[in-house]
């Protein structure tokens, strides 16, 4: 019974194998020859008899219904290899990243003849025109509409530019160098700390806060970033002294989200 | 004389037909212009090409399906689409004038030449990561949305790129892969 049992359940695991498999080819653009078709039908075969309930036989319909989307990237594949358009992906792929962008624009004009188009107004559109402007109503109407709150002049206090965030309490210089000695202290012993360990906190708002003065410190020269593409992890090197931009070097942007889920995925990888 | 009044008459129906757009998009479905210009369209199309020559012009003609190796038939000029197109290329100073920065040529190029080397689709993330290596950026995907909406490139719901109208009916694919691989 318990035999019977192990059965079903690898049966079954060897069907969604399947599935995702074919789903991976159509999703990621992959070689459709790495599903082996008389491999995979022999197992929906073997498991085939042991299928009672419809949810069993769901997914095994399933699979062969992927099977059928395999074979179909199979005949695609064949028949795009025997035009003469068929190239090696990884030569194009290799070419486009060695040419310079201006050579890649030469190349692809000469194989650009575009289409000669006017636009022209038609008597309908015309019309809609016409129906339109007359059910505008006048400026000086949609003006009045619009009004205005009317504010009296004044001045205002320390305090309330405080409360309203437009002066910070610290002054902002002050608290850059501090951000900056903290940034050094940390990645003490390593020449640079990962940005998700510099800037995580606690709380989101802080996390925040602190992306953001960071930001500064690259910007005024204090730390740079580092970018491992491979790993998709970004890095902050701290700098001993702080290291003007040169002015002929154009600055290059990096934007780098903070979004809640990222800070929730930080505070699990940190927790694990 | 009769004739020739008929087919001066006809070759301007065909061009006013053929360079104002009708529709949301530019061009003339081959049963279109049966209709207006009768079922020798084809001639009147061949005749007009002759003059469209001399000013570096060409009527292009896109089919449904693969271009046939054999001469078309009826059925398949009649799903086809005619546009006019330009003859000849056109310099970069002269793309630039019609608004395409060297940025915006190169980028589409990247793009149209990955789609045909993934056998027509390819996923808008793996563009995005060639785009990045030419392009700022912040054009990345300003440009991919640029060329969607000009109709060279389409995006379906799983986010995959493939060729649209406009690639079909302006770039002559074979020369851009030719021209790249022997670079």
């Known amino acids: ?272 | 004389m009769r004739k020739k009044t008929f087919y001066a008459t006809q070759l301007k129906h065909a061009t006013h037909m053929l360079f104002f757009k009708h529709h949301r998009k530019p061009g003339v479905k081959g049963w279109e212009l049966r209709k207006r210009l009768g079922s020798d369209y084809p001639k009147i199309l061949a005749l007009l090409n002759r003059h469209l020559e001399k000013l570096d012009l060409q009527v292009k003609t896109v089919f449904e399906e693969e271009k046939p190796s054999e001469k078309p038939t009826g059925a398949q000029l009649d799903k086809a689409r005619f546009y006019i197109t330009l003859s000849g290329t056109l310099t970069p100073k002269e793309t630039k004038m019609m608004g395409w920065r060297i940025d915006d040529i190169a980028g589409l190029a990247i793009t149209i030449s990955t789609i045909i080397a993934k056998k027509g689709k390819v996923a808008r993330e793996e563009v995005k990561q060639l785009l990045r290596d030419k392009l700022p950026g912040w054009r990345v995907d300003f440009s991919l949305d640029r060329y969607i909406r000009a109709g060279y490139i389409d995006q379906d719901e799983k986010g995959q790129l493939y060729l649209d109208w406009r690639t079909r009916a302006e770039i002559d694919e074979k020369t851009l892969i030719d021209l790249l691989v022997a670079k």
């Not at chain 1, 107004?121 to 025109?129: G, N, T, V």
């Not at chain 1, 970033?225 to 890095?235: A, F, G, K, S, W």
């Open chain 1, 1 to 272: 019974m318990s035999t019977n049992r192990h059965k079903k359940r690898l049966g079954k695991e060897q069907l969604e194998r399947i599935i995702d498999l074919c789903h991976s080819l159509e999703g990621r653009s992959l070689d459709p020859f790495l599903v082996d078709i008389d491999n995979v039908l022999s197992i929906i075969h073997k498991y085939f008899p042991e299928w009672k309930n419809p949810e069993e036989l769901c997914l095994d319909a399933e699979a062969v219904h992927q099977i059928a989307s395999a074979i179909k990237l199979q005949s695609e594949w064949i028949k795009h290899r025997s035009t003469s358009l068929y190239t090696d992906p990884f030569l194009i792929e290799d070419k486009l990243r060695k040419l310079p962008k201006e050579e890649i624009g030469t190349i692809f004009l000469k194989s650009w003849h575009p289409v000669v188009e006017l636009e022209q107004i038609s008597p309908a559109s015309l019309e809609e025109a016409i129906k339109y402007w007359k059910s505008l109503v006048p400026l000086d109407e949609r003006w009045q509409e619009l009004g205005g709150l009317h504010v009296e002049t004044g001045t205002a206090t320390r305090e309330e530019l405080l409360k309203q965030q437009i002066i910070a309490e610290k002054e902002f210089s002050k608290e850059l160098e501090k951000f900056w000695e903290e940034l050094k202290q940390k990645a003490m012993g390593k020449d640079k700390i990962e940005y998700w360990d510099f800037v995580g906190t606690e709380t989101y708002e802080e996390t925040v806060r602190r992306a953001y003065m960071t930001s500064f410190l690259v910007t005024y020269g204090y730390a740079t970033l580092e970018v491992d593409r491979l790993e998709e992890i970004i890095y902050i090197i701290p700098f001993k002294t702080p290291i003007p931009m040169p002015e002929a070097k154009q600055a290059v942007s990096l934007p780098i989200s903070i979004t809640i889920e990222d800070w929730k995925n930080w505070k699990e990888r940190v927790k694990n």
